[in-house]
């Protein structure tokens, strides 16, 4: 048997994490913690000591950018003492002399993990990612060899990652931890010091002290989702039989296609479902819509979709208008704009919207974690948003925004099942 050094020595909180993790694990830990090297340090040590066939480890960040940038110099450097590696740059890989693997994915192309087997995964920035990716990919994954996980981060609000921890923080089966600048030492008192006197207090507490109330730093729609749930718009919203259901799609075929469905009672605009997919043709979704209409007793108005519905294939000359129109479903097309007109229109109608917290779910993940791209080099936000697993709902919320016409008629007030102001028409602004 070799004797391989890493040259890694870790802190005290790291050297009893790594003593004390569980097959789950839930760590919560503030910036500058040392979370990233700690994880990508268990990796190498369970990939390197393991007595399984082939085995198969796991790094995410929430875009494969971010994996290459946070991680992928720190898992070569700490590899680099190892003999006989194999180092993939293309598929940000390393394979290592008893056949494990260490791979680096981001969140933004999950099915690039679809069909892998897995005895171990860390999931950096968890409350960056979206909720589904556990349960959908990386759990079945990590099921034939009983592979384990650890989901790391600092807090974006009380997402998925805030659910995560509240489950398993009451779960003997898991281990949790959370880790704040205050009580660790690891930054210097005078740096905190100086870090609170530039970041604003909700910035400092999210960063540092891993509050889970303060806002998402950038948000898009932060201000809004906040006053959002303060007025209990984010809730129950029933589904009015009488009422036409109307939608609004963002389009991907390989990238994730989405679709918000929505109700205008008055001036009230209901979101009352929201549903995601991806790697399906349009005759997927349309049955989603007729098995959604037959479930719930409703019928359908108008369904919105952005401009590029009407780029044409070159196999067969049809664009993905002229198949749903074939289908049954005849697209109003939400005309062209700039994103930032969109963006500032969708603001506007907030204060209108309800959102059903259960049926639209995933939806609520993704206006809460949209958010303007941060030039690190310039230490500020750009103008335009991160395009993450978030901007595909919050592209199809924009358009409900956009592509909303005033001659959408409204119901009687008798057709309510709750009483609503009612309005002659409708008009977005």
Sequence with gaps: MATIVIPYKPRELQKKIHSDLMRWNVIVCHRRFGKTVFAINELLKQCLTSTKERPRYAYLAPTYKQAKTIAWDYLKHYSRGIPDIKINESELRIDYPNDG?????????????????????????????????????LRPALSDREGWAIFIGTPKGKNSFYELYSKADSSDKWFTQTYK????????????????????????????????????????????????????????VPIETKIDVHTFWDLGISDAMTIWFVQAIGKEIRLINY???????????????????????????????????????????????????????????????????????????????????????YGIECLSQYRYDYDEKRGMFRDTPLHDWSSHGADSFRYIAMGWQDRLALPDRAAMSQPVQAYSSFEVF
Aim: glycine share 8%.
């Design 101 to 137: 693997r260490i791979q680096l994915f981001g969140c933004d192309s999950p099915d690039a993990l679809r069909g892998l087997y897995l005895d171990g995964a860390v999931l950096d920035e968890y409350a960056q990612m979206p909720s589904s990716l556990f349960g959908e990919v």
């Design 181 to 236: 600048a205050s009580e660790t030492k690891i930054v210097k008192e005078e740096e905190l010091i100086d870090a609170q006197e530039i970041m604003t207090p909700e910035e400092y507490e999210q960063e540092y002290e891993c509050s889970w109330t303060a806002a998402i730093k950038g948000a898009v729609y932060g201000r809004e989702m906040a006053a959002a749930m303060a007025t209990k718009r984010i809730g129950f």
């Design 275 to 361: 549903y995601q997919n991806s790697g399906e043709g349009m005759a997927h979704y349309i049955q989603y819509l007729k098995n959604f209409a037959r479930d719930n007793g409703v019928s359908y108005g108008d369904h919105f979709a952005p401009h590029d519905i009407e780029v044409r294939e070159l196999m067969n000359g049809k664009s993905r208008r002229d198949t749903a129109r074939e289908m049954g479903i005849n697209f109003r097309v939400v005309k062209q704009h700039k994103v930032a007109d969109g963006i500032e229109a969708a603001r506007k109608l907030f204060s209108r919207v309800w959102i059903d917290e259960t049926r639209c779910k």
